[in-house]
Each structure stands twice: as structure tokens, then as C-alpha cells.
């Protein structure tokens, strides 16, 4: 039959090359063929001709290379010595398979498929190229490694634990992902050190490497100096498929290739399996040539499943192109050496079963007990824990020299490294008197921006396209670009998503960086993936997000968000702020300067607001507080609650309630959150169990607003789509109006 | 000065190609520069020697092509007519451009550049290229188009208007952005009849005519026939740079080139501009090198600003390639004709100014008042109306003529067209006894797709890579593919921005065509854009969103929503439904394909749930409704309220509390929104006033059901963040428990 025969053809080929890839004697089962390692396996689906194995064995080809071409002309001895390190390889590769395999077996549940074809390119990254420190992983100069196919997890996990890493023990990798391991079921920083981001969403974690990328190409340009290069660091990615076809991963790869994001490698794990089946159902592009289109340099390996020296030189050449990310598509097989479902979606997502982990067992001749790792391989890898402490140690030195001669910078530096925020910097805050000119918050935000510029090394950031509108720019400082990478004013173009989650890679790069992005605030509907994993992932970004309500009036309902505040109050560890002036906008930077681990949202205005009496950065860290109040006792006759651009109107509101003889309490609610946190006294001293008559004004829905009026008071707010015309006029129509306060309480 | 020289030089080459497009005497302004028409405008700008004015010559040069070529070997009297008529286009062009201009600086708000430099693009897809009826903006069969770059909806509104459209008479050009006009900021298809899909949001606009294009190779596979076909329409988009940065577009763009819609013919209008300046500072990627890498034909038009006939062309070779869908990448320059402002950001959103729209006047030797458009070019576009009317009568015939012949496919045809349900639809759907075996609402809602598909001609969709995790294969229908359109399984590959956006393009080409899309409940972060769009825009798009809850298990916290059922409860016209079981799962099922004009968001289980006793179409349709009780005089002791999977553990509650002698009702709660149309009787029925016991139980965010449960009640939900785990421990140690519910109602 033409198949077999050609299955045949392959197979001979592949043992023509077997002299570096042949296992030991020790390695080999019992059961197995009694042909040699993965040359036995390959021997054995070499007899089925099914077009699964064809596949398998056309992709195993090695491409003709330079790198495969040097063995051949080494003497007998150097070939000898590099076939029992190669074998040495086979054997590590093979227990990342395993240790992969018997961890979703254990907990029936995983995707052992990834990490069985992507095994190799995971070697050969942490055992033969990444500066690390296993003992510390947060150390500031190491490698930074992504998962963007965050659901083959098992391949980090193992990579770490043959690393040495104090996080990942053989009993956390039999823990994965059970109720509080280390071990949870896609990567997830705040859980196990060593990984770096929070991924499994496909296409974050890509996302996520442009920007630890940009966050090393911009600390290098400003602190590395000619006679100390002090940061320079890789950020090496592995993404698969999935990540490919979102489109967050195509907004930040054009950034990428923008910025001439050169220390950047991603290996495209090109197995042409997704869960659906093969990948030609819908996805036929090409991506080497679509990436080129971005401005990367590729490279093709064909061989991913054994071609070790293939991917080692293409690791060489992605370092030696200094101006452009690199992507290496790695054609792999998934679920490789699984004889029955390799190359199939049903190897993607679930335990293989006891019978074909014994099938695999055989075909790769792996005689071990599940999680058993080799005394050899074991061995191999335990340099890495001295290694990793010299580098350390090395780079100590190297800061140690650095300080001595660059003193300022290295004070700099090191804020950045810790995270320590330099002593009164919420001095630099502006402050505002009632008597202050109205202005819009997105305004006042650019004077917060600005003046925490000065005092807040770490401050960086930039819009999605609307710079001038959302008044983020930096003044006093130029556009991060390619060749100017020193500056610190961001420019994504319109990649809201990508935005949100280079900016997580930025948080997460070094405790003292501290990313803002903006956008208008209806259009964190494009990025509220990233947004979620900012708050999943503790990464403390900044979200500037201007134009918050029907008050940017003329763009209409497209643009006017309604149901984003309560859907971001919903959100865990997210700060929701919408301040009100100009004190209650520096209160907000204050929070969100501090919460490192919480990322915020700051709801912005495009229209002019007043300077209200009694706002305060201190108010605005209780989340919710009095600004005037009239009554004695805490009795007034009504509260009426109001956040940022609606305060004004309730305290207009107030004023003229008031004349009418009323005791009315107006409280600014600028943060949901904050104010939830607060003791119950503080809660009940704003808002009195025994005053029943509250009303809320905000203009966006009223959902949730019935646990802060009760079920006796009134929210009014707007819950249906906005409408394009002047603001105020919508205002008007939609009864977001003082007026409609004042017969609202009299109406309670 | 070098600059000034080849300013010149620019300006002469112009001058030599200035027999096709001079202006007619009559046209000439009393102040202008007397040389006639656009040759003055240029000349006058090659007057100045700014670096902005070099790069619009630059750009306007004439790329050299066949189609130019072909004027020249023309017989002088064909050369004469031809330079009329193109006076004619010119006039045209410019009446586009000043009604744009008109109407923005009267609206003193909007955008606009896009329109002055799309117009000659605009102009000849209205004018002579598309198939329309004015006075039928419905007609089936008409081409559509779509203004991916919203923003320039003027060019849209200039163009229905001179067509002929009853939507945009004059005066409602004049009320652009005003309350109540139809005229809106940015295009809606709900407000403004002949504008297609509601676009500004960036990308949409491109994605949704993927969707468009779809739906008539669809629709042209299933009913044309050798003899007739009555399906046969293109689907034109103009995009920016903006669309083109935006990640949606891409997913949709390689979904276009995969699926070969040879019928989609896309306009990058490439200006070099967004809002933050030149698009040098975050885009320099190869727009079409990308394009060809998705599978597009590709051509570029280098003279988008006046070459009329290059734009022929283009069409004309776009038409030529059937197999895959064209970009046109035409190069234009912003506010075209502008003296000042022209190819720079300040065109883009704002209003000229009085000053600079007399300048532009002048430039453009545009004499008319505002809003004034010339009695030759009214003349001249008058025959859209009596042709709109001939090519829909035409149609009609060969419509009835199909009639006769293909009686069933007309009938359903006819169905797809009109949006009529066939009589009894609804019988299809499956029903479920409490006998019947526990399944994952998942489960469910295969089996409904499945009954509907066959009883639904116009039911077709899909989800993003997780179809058999979604479980949303139709199993009598194949793959929906380039060379198999016909069927009705969409593989959109791991792309769920894209998805959603491509099925409001369809649910908008057609009332009869119901299209449905899947992905796991938390990723609607990655799509929810898309669904804002459906739920503004009124596209009945089905979605069918698994996995919706910690009972996913071990996958983790970035696949466990939390606080997106209560987003969604907050979105304005959409509905929430999460069923309990089969029969909830059929009711979803029935009030989503009635709901043509609110889209559905059906949040569905991975696990099993039990069939439980009292679940029916009909309470579903109610959105809250009594499935137990055991007390009299609606006085339960305790009201538990829950909804889809935990409807089940609040009905084992009320065993045990029923077992201690209690008194107390279960209540599901599957769709806030349609509890909330209910009467004030049919609500107090279900939950009386008088009873404030009542303890809710959703394994979500519990923000919002205060409003349900009021302040004396009991919310238990989870406000924190997901884990990974078996589902059973996580529930258990989330307390989403019928324990906790018996103890909280104890505590009450």
C-alpha cells in the first residue's frame, strides 16, 4: 500500500539519523520492541499506516539544517559523546513527558497533550538556555518564560520541578489540581513562584511576554550604561494554536514588531490541533508570513518532536537578530509518543487512561513508575540550583559595582526591583480648593499623571489611540519607540486588549513598575479578559478610563457605557473609582499608587465638573463618605449618594433641600469596595441604619444600588441604552437632573 | 528648497493627468485661485511647502495602471465625455465632502476627515457599483455596506441621502447628533433605515460583514439553483486604520479568507492618521502582506483621493476573484481638500471651524451654501430610485418564477426573508419528566439545537473551538466550509470576538436566520464587545455559554465566571436566562428564537444536574416562578431562591427544612429581566412582600440580589475569585451548599 510504504520511507529515514537519538540500554522496558528508544517507538507506528501516523512521521522528518549537518563531519568520538548526551536529553524529555502524563492521570483530569510535543523545546530552554535562579525565583535579572498555552501547564510544572524549584515538589505534581496545591490547573503567578503570569485565557500569555519585553528593553535603555549592563534579560514564550487565532495575540505581536522587541522569542507550538480537531477546520492562514507582515523575524523547525539541534539553532539565530521579535514555529506532534491518540483533539484535554499511559510507556520505552524520575536525569539537572546562585551571585557583584559608580540610578533601580515607593510621593499629589476652576476628571487625572511622573520612577503607560482625549501623556517625556525605548509614553494604536495585557506583563516584570492604559471607558468591553486577569493575577495596573457616562453626549450609545461600573464592582480584586473633582481624582491615584495587588479602575469624566466643597483624598480612601451634611444627631431627613460626575448634582440637589428647610447628608461613593471594607461603626456613621430615606444618583444602572438605598429609598440611574446628542440635553432627558432628586425625596 | 521643489514637481505630474478630472466652469468659486477645479486646489497647496502638504501630493500621485492607460489610446471626442462626466463625479465627490463638513460644523461635533477623503470611494460603491432600492432599504437581495470606521458615519448619511434614501432627507443631515434624529453620532441600523449593522466600536463593522458575506454564500449554496439565482449580492466595508489595529478584525479577516467569501469586498481606507497623530507612531506593520497571509486578494489603490478609475478598477479585479475575498487598500488623505488641516489628526474628530471650512470652500472651489447640493448632481443621482425600484421588480419576477419551480425551497426562502417561524416550532422542542436521567443543561441544549435545527431553516452557528465541550454540533449538517457553504455547523476556531461580531452580520442580513455561538461562559470577556453590539443593535444572536460556574472544576479560576451573570443582568436589552434542567433548558430555548430582537445569553452547565419536579417552558417564560411549595395563603415560613444549577441544592434545602416542619417555596430564578416584565400581581405572587425570609443561592457574584432577597434576607454566592478542584469540594468549600442554606435560614 502507498501509505505504509511511505511510512516505511520515513521511518528509514528517521533511523538513518538515529545515531544521536538512539536511548540507553538501561532506559529500555521490558515490554518495549527491544529496538532502541525512540527509534523502537517509531519503528512500532511505523506498522500502523493509519494517516494519524503519517502525519506523525512526515512531520518527524529533521529539515535539513547547518546545525544537523556539523555531527556528520565530527570525528567518531565527538559523535560517540554527543549520542550519550543526546540519549541523556531523550531520557529528561521523556520524564517531562511522564511526570506530564501521570499528573493528569492522577487527577483524571489535565492536558497532557501539549506538554508531550512541546517536551523538547521545554528541555532545551531550562536545562541548556535560561539564566535562572530556582532558589529565587524572583530574582530581578532572570529569563522570563510564558505559557501562553496555559492549559499544558504540566510541562512548566515539570520544568520547574526538575529545575529545583522550592514551589513545585514531586508532591505538588501529584496535588495538580486538587483543592490548594501549587499545582492548579493553568499557570497562575500568585499560586506557584517560577511562573511569571497568570495564563490559560489563550493569547494573554503572549500578550503578557510583549510586555515583560518592553519592560526589559526600557529598564536596559535606562539604566544599562556602556561599562554595565546591568539589566539584560530574554523573554522566551511558548504559544500554541489557540493563542495564534485570538486576536489579542496579533494586536500585541504588531506592537511587538513595532517596538523592534528583539530579546523576545516565541515558539509557535504548530501542532495543528485544537480542541475541535485539526486545525484546517479554521485555520488555514499563514502565520509565518502573517508574523513577517508584523515585522518579526521567523524560523521554521520542522522537526519539533526530535530536532533538538534544530531548535538549539534556532534559539542561536533569534538571539542573533537584535532588532526584531522572533518567532520559531515549532511543528510538533501533540500528545507525542502516545501511540493511539497522538496526533488527535482527544489527546488534547483529558487523561490519556491507564491503558494507553501504558501504551505510551512501551512506545517510548519509559520502564518507570509513575512520577519516577531517573537518578541520571536528576542528576543532570541539579546543577541547576548552584548554577542558578552563582548567576545570582554574579549579577550581585555586577549591581554592587553599579551602585558604587551610578549612585542615583541604582537608587532608582532598586525602587523598581522592590517595589518600595520613594518616601512622600503622595505629596506630589495636586490638590484643589472649591475655588479651583471647574474641570473635567479626565483632566485633573493628566495633572495626577503628570506630577506622579515626577516622583514615581516606575510610572508608565499610555492610551489606545486617544491620548489626547483620555489626557494621558507623560509631558515630560517622550513616546517609548523602537529607538527610544528610554521614554515612558505608551502607544498601543487601537489594541485595547492587547494593551490590558502588556500591561500586565509590565506589573508583573518588577514589583516597582507601574503601568496605566487608557481607554474609553465603554471600550473595556475589548479588554476586560486582560482586565480580569490584572485582578486574578494580582497585577497592579492602572485603568484610565475617561468618557464614563452618557456625558460625553454627541458619540451616542456605542460610546456611552451604562452597565460598566456595576459590572466592574462585580469583579473580584478589582478597585472600581469614579471620583468627583479634583481632590476625590488625586484620592483615587493615591489607592491606586498603593494597591499593588489590586488593580484600578478610575471612571473619568470628558465634561466639566466643580470643585466640591468637602471632597478629600482621605474620603476618597474610606470608598464612601460624607462631603456636607446639615442635620445633627446622624439623622438626617435624607442621604442622597452620588459618584463622580453626579455628585455635583446631588449636592445641588442638597442645597436647594435644604432651603426648603430639610437636614440632608449628601456621601460621595467613589468606591464600592473601599467603603466595604470599612468597620461596620464608620458604615453606620455614614450611612444610620434608622435614616430609610436615601437616594442614589448615578448615570449608569441602578443594578446593585438596592443595597445601598434599601429597600425603602431610590436609585435613580439609567437603565437602558444612551443616545447621541448634546450631553446635557441627555441628562435632561434621561432625568439624571437635580430636579428629579428633589421630587424623588419628596416623593419618599 | 529641496521641499518646495518636489512639491512642485508633484504638482506638475498632477497637472499632466488633470484631463480627467478638471472642474467645470460653472463650478469655479468667485474667490478661488482660477485655475479650474481640483487642479487649483493643488496648486494652491503645492504653494506651501509643509511637510504634511508634501505627503498629500506624494500620495495623490496616480499609480500607473491599465485602467489609466485605457483614457489615453481613447478617440478625443470619448476623452471629452469622459471629462465631463468625471466633472460631474468631481461635483459629486465634493457635494459628499461639504454635506460632511456642513453637518459636522452645524452639529459643532463628529468627525470629518474619513468622509472627505472616502468620498470618491463612497461615491462610485453608491453611484455606480451597488445594487439598491431607496425606497426599499429592506429589499433582500440588495448589496449591503458597511462603514466599519463608524466614526465617518457622514459619508453614510451624504451617500442614503443622495441616493435617495427616505431616512436621511436634508433636514435630517442638519439635525446630525441631535436628540431624536436619525441622524446619530455614530451609524445605527435600529435608528436609521439602510444602514446595516450599528458600527463605531472599532472592527465590528469589518467582523460583521464577514458575517453579512457569510449569510449570502450560505444562503446562495442552499437556494440557488442553475437556472436561478435568486441570492446573488456582494458585501462592501470600508475599514481603517483603526479597524485594521484591532484584533476583532483579524479573527474575522482570517475566518473571510478561510471560508473563500469571494463576494466581500473590503476598502482600507489607508490615511496614514488616527488620533494620535501619524499612524508611524503604533502601526507600521505590512497591512497587506498580513492580508495575503490570511488568503486575501489583495490590490492598492495609491490614489484614493482622485483616481477615479484606479478605484474602478480595483473593483472590477475584486469582482474578477471569486474564491477569496479583496482588500482594496486605498490610500487617501485625511480631510482631503482642507487646506489646513488635511492629513492631520485635528480632522479627524472635530469640526473645522467656520474659518477653515471657507478656506476648504475656496480650496475645493465648492461656491454652494451649506448644505446645498447642486441640481446637476441631484439630477444625476435621481436614477436610483426608479433603477432601485426596477431591480427589486425584477428580482420579484425571478423570485416568482422560482416560486413555481422550487415550491419547498421558496417556501423556506420566504421564511429566512420574512423572519416568520414556521406554525408549531415550538412543538420541536424535547420535554423531560423528573424521571428523566440527570444531564448537564450542556447536554440540554444539544439536544434543543438539535430539535430546532430541524424545524428552524434559519438556525445555523457554532463555537469557538469548543464544540464538543459546548455541545453545539447539529449532527444532520456538516461543516460550513469554502467549498461546502451549504452547511450549517460554523467552525470559527478559538476566535470569539470575532464570532460574536460575524453573527450579528448575519442575524442582521436576514430576519429569518437565527444565529447561535458557544464558547465557556467566562469568555464572553473576550467577546463581550461583540454582544454589547447585539444587544444595541437588536441581532437576536443565541448564545450558548457552558462551563458557566465553579462547577467546572479543576480548570481553574480563569475559567470560572463569577460576576458575568450579573454583568449581563446589567447590559440593557439582553437576556440572562440560566436554566436548571431540561425543561428549563427548552424554555431558554423557546423565549431566545422569540426574541428576535434582544439577543439571548444562555448560561449552561458542565455537570449534571437532576431533572427536578415543577421546572416548566412556561415558568421560564415567566423568568421566575414557583417550582414547590408547601405552605398555604402565600405565607411560606422561608422563600429559596435560586437558579440554574443551584436550583437543584436549593430544592434538596427545602426537603430537609419541609422534613423539620417548615413551610417553604422554591423559587427559580432564571431570567431577571423577564421576572421583571411580569405584573406587579404575577410578582407579589411569587414573592409577597410579607415575606422577608428569603435566602437566594447562585454559585456567582452576589451583587444585585439585595434587590431579590431585600434586607432582611440572605444572598449566598461567592464574591472572591474561583479555584482549582474537583467541583463537589470547591461548592463545598464555597458553602454553595444546601447545609449553608439551612443554617442561614435557621439564622434568619
Not at 309 to 322: F, G, H, P
Not at 524 to 529: G, H, L
Not at 633 to 651: C, M, Q, V, Y
Request: hydrophobic share 40%; glycine share 10%; aromatic share 8%.
Amino acid at each position: 500500500m502507498a501509505t505504509s510504504s511511505s511510512a516505511a520511507a520515513a521511518s528509514q529515514a528517521l533511523a538513518a539519523l538515529a545515531i544521536s537519538s538512539h536511548g540507553s540500554p538501561s532506559s529500555s522496558h521490558p515490554g518495549s520492541l527491544a529496538l532502541p528508544g525512540r527509534l523502537g517507538s517509531l519503528a512500532g507506528r511505523s506498522l500502523r499506516s493509519s494517516p494519524a501516523s503519517l502525519r506523525f512521521l512526515r512531520r518527524s522528518q529533521p529539515a535539513p539544517s547547518s546545525a544537523k549537518a556539523a555531527p556528520a563531519r565530527a570525528s567518531a568520538v565527538e559523535a560517540l559523546q554527543a549520542a550519550a548526551t543526546e540519549s541523556l536529553v531523550d531520557k529528561s524529555v521523556n520524564a517531562i513527558r511522564f511526570l506530564s502524563v501521570d499528573a493528569v492521570e492522577k487527577a483524571n483530569s489535565g492536558h497532557p497533550g501539549l506538554p508531550m510535543g512541546c517536551a523538547p523545546m521545554g528541555h532545551i530552554l531550562y536545562d541548556e538556555i535560561m539564566k535562572y535562579n530556582p532558589k529565587n525565583p524572583f530574582w530581578f535579572n532572570r529569563d522570563r518564560f510564558v505559557l501562553s498555552a496555559g492549559h499544558g501547564c504540566m510541562l512548566h510544572y515539570a520544568l520547574l520541578h526538575l529545575a529545583g524549584y522550592d514551589s513545585v515538589k514531586i508532591e505538588d505534581l501529584k496535588e495538580f489540581r486538587q483543592w490548594g496545591s501549587r499545582t492548579p490547573g493553568h499557570p497562575e503567578n500568585f499560586e506557584t513562584p517560577g511562573i511569571e503570569v497568570t495564563t490559560g485565557p489563550l493569547g494573554q500569555g503572549i500578550a503578557n511576554a510583549v510586555g515583560l519585553a518592553l519592560a526589559e528593553k526600557h529598564l536596559a535603555a535606562r539604566f544599562n550604561k556602556p561599562d554595565n549592563e546591568i539589566i539584560d534579560h530574554y523573554t522566551y514564550v511558548v504559544l500554541g494554536d489557540g493563542c495564534q487565532m485570538e486576536g489579542i495575540s496579533n494586536e500585541a505581536c504588531s506592537l511587538a514588531g513595532h517596538w523592534g522587541l528583539g530579546k523576545l522569542i516565541a515558539f509557535y507550538d504548530d501542532n495543528h490541533i485544537s480542541i475541535d480537531g485539526n486545525t484546517d477546520i479554521a485555520f488555514t492562514e499563514d502565520v509565518i508570513a502573517r508574523f513577517e507582515a508584523l515585522g518579526w523575524h521567523t524560523i521554521w523547525v520542522k522537526s519539533g518532536n526530535t530536532g533538538y539541534d534544530d531548535i538549539r539553532a534556532a534559539i542561536k539565530e533569534a538571539k542573533s537578530v537584535k532588532d526584531k521579535p522572533t518567532l520559531i514555529k515549532v511543528t510538533t506532534t501533540i500528545g507525542y509518543g502516545s501511540p493511539n491518540k497522538a496526533n488527535s483533539y482527544s489527546v488534547h484535554g483529558s487523561a490519556l487512561g491507564a491503558k494507553e499511559v501504558d501504551a505510551t510507556r512501551q512506545n517510548l520505552a519509559w520502564a518507570h513508575e509513575p512520577f519516577h524520575v531517573p537518578e541520571d536525569v536528576k542528576s543532570h539537572w541539579s546543577r541547576h540550583v548552584p548554577e542558578g546562585a552563582a548567576l545570582e551571585a554574579e549579577w550581585n557583584a555586577k549591581f554592587a559595582e553599579y551602585e558604587k559608580k551610578y549612585k542615583e540610578d541604582a537608587a532608582e533601580l532598586k525602587g523598581i526591583i522592590s517595589g518600595e515607593l520613594p518616601a512622600g510621593w503622595e505629596k506630589a499629589l495636586p490638590t484643589y480648593t472649591p475655588e479651583s476652576p471647574a474641570d473635567a476628571t479626565r483632566n485633573l487625572s493628566q495633572q495626577c499623571l503628570n506630577a506622579l511622573a515626577k516622583v514615581l520612577p516606575g510610572l508608565l503607560g499610555g492610551s489606545a489611540d486617544l491620548a489626547s482625549s483620555n489626557m494621558t501623556l507623560l509631558k515630560m517625556f517622550g513616546n517609548f519607540q523602537k529607538d527610544t525605548p528610554e521614554e515612558r509614553n505608551i502607544r498601543f494604536g487601537v489594541r485595547e486588549h492587547g494593551m490590558g495585557a502588556i500591561c500586565n506583563g509590565i506589573a508583573l516584570h518588577s514589583p516597582g513598575l507601574i503601568p496605566y492604559c487608557a481607554t474609553f471607558f465603554v471600550f473595556t468591553d475589548y479588554m476586560r479578559a486582560a482586565m480580569r486577569i490584572s485582578a486574578l493575577s494580582e497585577a497592579g495596573v492602572i485603568y484610565v478610563m475617561t468618557h464614563d457616562s452618557i456625558g460625553l453626549g454627541e458619540d451616542g450609545p456605542t460610546h456611552q457605557p451604562i452597565e460598566h461600573l456595576v459590572s466592574f464592582r462585580a469583579m473580584p480584586n478589582i478597585l472600581m473609582l469614579r471620583p468627583a473633582d479634583g481632590n476625590e481624582t488625586a484620592g483615587a491615584y493615591k489607592v491606586a499608587v498603593l494597591n499593588k495587588k489590586r488593580p484600578s479602575v478610575l471612571a473619568l469624566s470628558r465634561q466639566k465638573l466643580a470643585q466640591l466643597p468637602g471632597t478629600s483624598v482621605e474620603g476618597v480612601e474610606k470608598g464612601g463618605y460624607i462631603i456636607s451634611d446639615n442635620s445633627t444627631g446622624n439623622k438626617p431627613d435624607f442621604i442622597l449618594i452620588g459618584t463622580g460626575s453626579e455628585l455635583e448634582i446631588a449636592a445641588k440637589a442638597a442645597d436647594e433641600l435644604r432651603k426648603e428647610g430639610k437636614t440632608v447628608r449628601v456621601v460621595s461613593f467613589v468606591s464600592w469596595e473601599l467603603f466595604d471594607e470599612q468597620s461596620d461603626e464608620y458604615k453606620e456613621s455614614v450611612l444610620p441604619a434608622a435614616v430609610t430615606a436615601r437616594i442614589s444618583i448615578e448615570a449608569g444602572s441602578t443594578l446593585g444600588w438596592e443595597k445601598i438605598v434599601g429597600s425603602k429609598g431610590k436609585a435613580i440611574g439609567i437603565d437602558r441604552f444612551g443616545a447621541s446628542a448634546p450631553a446635557g440635553k441627555i441628562y435632561k432627558e434621561f432625568g439624571i437632573t437635580a430636579e428629579n432628586i428633589i421630587a424623588t425625596a419628596k416623593s419618599l
